[in-house]
């Protein structure tokens, strides 16, 4: 079964500080991973896209970094701002459904809080 | 950018009746647009693909009766909740493929969601 398991589930940083946000997924074949930011009551905003021959993505200050061995990804938050918070989904695509488009793995994603 | 729009942003509706949540893509033409629902504190489950000038293929557990999904043309598509009951009561999102992106394009470009409210 194609999972995709994030953590922390939860995470209070001070504004300024880096935080590191991680990705564990079991998805089979591979074929891409993406973070989005969601903010409360939006939709996801894409962030990073990498395929499995990358192995680090920059969007400023967020740094996506995929090891397709280990099947893990993270992303990276440089000097965080009170905007950075938001919900953070690592989203895993592999193989193809009946229909031919991608199978599409959600994770439950990691809640940020940035605190003055 | 691409952007995808969603009308309405927010709907409260009585038991039993039906709410039409309308997905645009205002920039670009989606012969895909794909139909999400989100629970609180879970992540998104795809419900739906919808493609344009042809019936919508549903995801298991899904039930097509209930959610009625029609894609006329290539800037819209809607969702309709077809007796709805508090239980419906959720976050629908959608995302919207640009038709000039390649098959195997992975890029989806989301909508900002609507709050539905069953009571």
Not at chain 2, 32 to 49: C, G
């Amino acid at each position: 079964k194609n999972q995709v398991e994030q953590s922390p589930q939860s995470l209070i940083i001070l504004e300024g500080k880096n935080c590191t946000l991680q990705c564990n997924y079991t998805v089979s074949p591979f074929s891409n991973l993406r973070w989005y930011k969601q903010d409360t009551g939006r939709g996801p905003v894409s962030l990073t896209i990498m395929t499995f021959s990358e192995n680090t993505k920059s969007n400023g200050r967020y740094t996506a970094t995929l090891d397709a061995d280990t099947k893990q990804s993270s992303l990276h938050i440089t000097a965080s701002q009170l905007s950075d918070s938001a919900s953070y989904i690592c989203v895993v695509s592999a193989g193809v459904n009946s229909g031919g488009y991608q199978k599409v793995t959600f994770g439950t994603g990691t809640k940020l809080q940035v605190i003055p | 950018g691409a952007v995808v729009s969603q009308h309405p942003s927010r709907v409260i509706c009585k038991s039993g009746t039906s709410v039409k949540i309308e997905c645009r893509s205002l920039d670009f033409q989606a012969t895909t647009m794909f139909w999400y629902r989100q629970f609180p504190k879970q992540s998104l489950m795809l419900m739906a693909t919808s493609n344009e000038g042809s019936k919508a293929t549903y995801e298991q557990g899904v039930e097509k009766d209930k959610f009625l999904i029609n894609h006329a043309s290539l800037t819209l598509s809607t969702l309709t909740v077809t007796s709805a009951h508090p239980e419906d009561s959720s976050f629908y999102i959608c995302s919207a493929r640009d038709s000039r992106d390649s098959f195997s394009s992975y890029e989806q470009y989301f909508g900002p969601g609507t709050r539905l409210t069953v009571t």
